[in-house]
């Protein structure tokens, strides 16, 4: 049997290779003798960088930037093909520089937090020769709108009066005019990629406030002004630079930074998961393959949102080959029509028990969901050859 592992990072547990790794040793248990293809993937969240520059063969850079709270702190960014003719590749994630886990709960506030330190990082891979510009938005604690991100790059957010608007959340109520003379001019010859972990539109009740900022630290009353201030965010863009974002495919992304770098920068937004298993050539990898095993923290209606495994899931079903995903949380509905793509979802857990103590385990009951996974399947086999089946 031959076998690709391909999971996604378990969020606050496990890293996408050490997913891969406690998958393939459950299923070598029960499978001994199956060849095991490990591919880690992502889908724009956090582990995106690490995912891609690790298959593409690039390396890791460091710079100083700002948290979302302007306290300086050091993040990394991937390089690929650094010496190329046309200049390097840059990939860097949001969640690096501006994001939640930076923050302890008591300190989340996305009317304070701000995503000037992603704008840095591109500053960063710009010194560096960079030419074309990556960038995970997952994982943010800012609802700026990208208005941090742009001011780092050279921006001018500014007030009725002509001075510039406080960074965070909060500052886009006073935002007047945008003033896009003065950005850096490296970028007029860069493509800025973004690559989405959702769908979500900036403004409305699936918006970046309205769905995301809870998540973050927002009470019911600070999400009602973030809506606004977002809102504001998009009739300025609109007016100044004759982009309509408010209601633009994946604009709600990190906060509604996305919105911000195609509004104002003129960057593509793509479909993260997409994005990221072409890059990997997932296809390609699935040649020759009889099963592939993914893995998730969470399966939910938010899988399909094009989550990495549920991406995963719809092109080996093109290809008629069979998916089992491993969660650690499964939704009641999960047999509902829109999972199809998985011909089975198992949890890791082996019994109910709190998430404070799952998560120190996750890479033990991993392993033994798969090894039970690989169980069935060889009873299957079994099954299969005592009736006579192919």
């Not at 007029?188 to 769905?211: F, K, P, Q, Y």
């Not at 009353?221 to 994946?250: P, Q, S, W, Y």
């Amino acid at each position: 049997m031959n076998v690709l592992v391909a999971p996604n990072a378990l969020k606050g547990s496990l890293d996408a290779f050490e997913a891969a790794g406690a998958i393939a040793e459950g299923l070598a248990r029960s499978l001994p003798d199956a060849e095991f293809d490990k591919l880690p993937i992502a889908d724009g969240g956090d582990g995106t960088a690490a995912v891609l520059v690790r298959a593409l063969g690039g390396s890791f850079a460091d710079a100083v930037v700002l948290d979302p709270l302007g306290r300086p702190r050091h993040a990394g960014f991937g390089v690929v093909d650094e010496g190329a003719a046309g200049g390097a590749e840059a990939i860097l994630e949001v969640a690096q520089s501006s994001g939640v886990t930076l923050l302890a709960a008591t300190e989340r506030n996305p009317l304070a937090a701000t995503s000037y330190g992603a704008g840095q990082l591109v500053l960063a891979a710009l010194d560096r020769g960079c030419r074309r510009i990556v960038i995970g938005l997952g994982g943010s604690a800012t609802v700026d709108g990208g208005a941090g991100f742009v001011d780092a790059l050279g921006a001018r957010l500014l007030d009725a009066k002509g001075a510039p608007i406080a960074r965070g959340g909060a500052g886009l109520a006073a935002l007047h005019r945008i003033d896009v003379s003065g950005l850096d001019p490296r970028l007029a010859e860069v493509e800025i990629v973004a690559v989405c972990d959702v769908d979500n539109a900036l403004l409305g009740v699936h918006g970046a406030a309205r769905t995301f900022a809870p998540q973050k630290g927002a009470g019911a009353e600070m999400v009602d002004r973030l809506e606004a201030n977002l809102t504001r965010l998009a009739d300025v863009i609109e007016r100044d630079l004759g982009r309509e974002v408010g209601h633009l495919k994946h604009g709600g992304a990190a906060g509604g930074m996305a919105a911000g770098i195609a509004g104002i920068l003129g960057g593509r937004l793509e479909r993260g998961a997409d994005f990221v298993l072409e890059r990997l050539k997932v296809r390609q990898r699935l040649i020759g393959k009889d099963i592939v095993f993914t893995a998730e923290g969470q399966i939910d209606r938010q899988t399909w949102a094009n989550k990495g495994p549920y991406a995963l899931a719809r092109t080996a079903r093109e290809l008629g080959i069979p998916v089992v995903a491993l969660a650690g949380g499964v939704s009641d509905d999960a047999n509902i029509k829109a999972f199809d793509p998985f011909d089975a979802i198992l949890p890791i857990c082996p019994r109910p028990m709190a998430l404070e103590e799952a998560m120190p385990r996750a890479r033990e009951h991993l392993a033994l969901a798969a090894e039970r996974a690989g169980r069935l399947l060889r009873l299957g086999g079994r099954l299969a050859l005592s009736r006579g089946l192919s």
